[in-house]
């Protein structure tokens, strides 16, 4: 306990002091003329909590209530992946915080802070095309005309396409199993149903299921794929037949309570943990030794990773 206690201040002790000495338009200056020629340097990937505990993390109490105020963007580490890097960011306010219409003004300035680091870095002549946003943030800027691009959306759902094809080819779903995208309509959701559409490798029947549909009835097992909202999954406890699989996308991912009530239907549950890469520092809790979907510059040449849940 200790031991970790004194990890976690000396993380969030040199995040403090690499963001007080780097985290300066004239670094990024400075980076860009090298990254120009040497193009180590891919993309940004900012970061929101969901939960307190995981901004406290990579930053001290303080830092956190100041950022509440300014919304800048603080430096939290480096992805590597694929002998690229991107340059992870942070902001300590929640979903709740950056769904409010009153906030749009801290919201378009953290954007446009992001999207001018992209600028001195020279990551794209389109920058958006090499930021990433975790979350329900690319969601909340299309809503709001910030920015109708969502790269991130776009991977994510063609890896979660990657990941439910990895599982029909080691045999934890068949070919006769019906699909059922959770979430259909969402931001995420819409994109999932239309690359299974588009993919010749995956011939399954598809249905596309919203809140407001009515459930199909299966009397076969099914896989269906969560890409609704955190904690949603519990709702088609009832619904869902004995046999199936869930396949979740959503973080958190259910809790291990969750999780046993559906084995108790023998219903196995994977969690998409993400793909393969490195952060430094680590990130934290589900996200533990790979890098959400929602980081991916590319889904090409990437590993999904894919846990298994209760076992």
């Known amino acids: 306990m200790k031991k970790n206690l004194v990890k976690s201040f000396f993380r969030r002790l040199i995040l403090e002091i690499l963001d007080f000495l780097f985290n300066r338009n004239w670094f990024f200056k400075f980076l860009g003329k090298v990254n120009r020629k040497k193009q180590f340097i891919t993309g940004l990937f900012l970061m929101h909590p969901q939960e307190r505990k995981y901004g406290l993390y990579f930053a001290f109490s303080a830092r956190l209530k100041r950022n509440q105020k300014t919304w800048d963007p603080f430096f939290s580490g480096i992805i590597v992946s694929k002998k690229k890097m991107s340059l992870m960011f942070s902001v300590s306010s929640d979903g709740r915080q950056i769904i409010r219409k009153s906030n749009q003004d801290k919201l378009l300035h953290l954007y446009q802070k992001l999207f001018k680091i992209?600028?001195?870095?020279?990551?794209?002549?389109?920058?958006?095309?090499?930021?990433?946003?975790?979350?329900?943030?690319?969601?909340?800027?299309?809503?709001?005309?910030i920015s109708v691009e969502s790269p991130e959306a776009e991977i994510s759902a063609e890896l979660v396409v990657l990941g439910i094809k990895n599982l029909l080819e080691e045999g934890k779903a068949n070919l006769r199993m019906p699909i059922v995208v959770l979430g259909a309509k969402g931001f995420v959701g819409q994109r999932v149903c239309k690359k299974i559409k588009e993919d010749e490798g995956i011939g399954n029947p598809l249905f596309a299921i919203d809140v407001q549909n009515t459930w199909p009835g299966f009397n076969i097992p099914i896989a269906a794929v969560d890409v609704t909202l955190q904690s949603a999954i519990i709702n088609y406890l009832e619904l869902i037949p004995k046999g199936s699989i869930i396949i979740n996308e959503v973080y958190p991912p259910p809790n291990l309570e969750v999780v046993a009530l559906f084995e108790k239907k023998d219903i196995s549950v994977y969690h998409f943990s993400g793909f393969d890469g490195k952060a430094y520092p680590n990130l934290p809790f589900a996200y533990n030794r790979c890098i959400p979907f929602c980081a991916a510059m590319s889904s090409e040449g990437v590993k999904v990773i894919i846990r298994r849940m209760g076992v």
């Open 118 to 145: 992209a600028n001195y870095l020279g990551l794209s002549d389109n920058p958006r095309q090499a930021i990433r946003f975790a979350g329900i943030i690319p969601g909340i800027l299309a809503r709001r005309g």
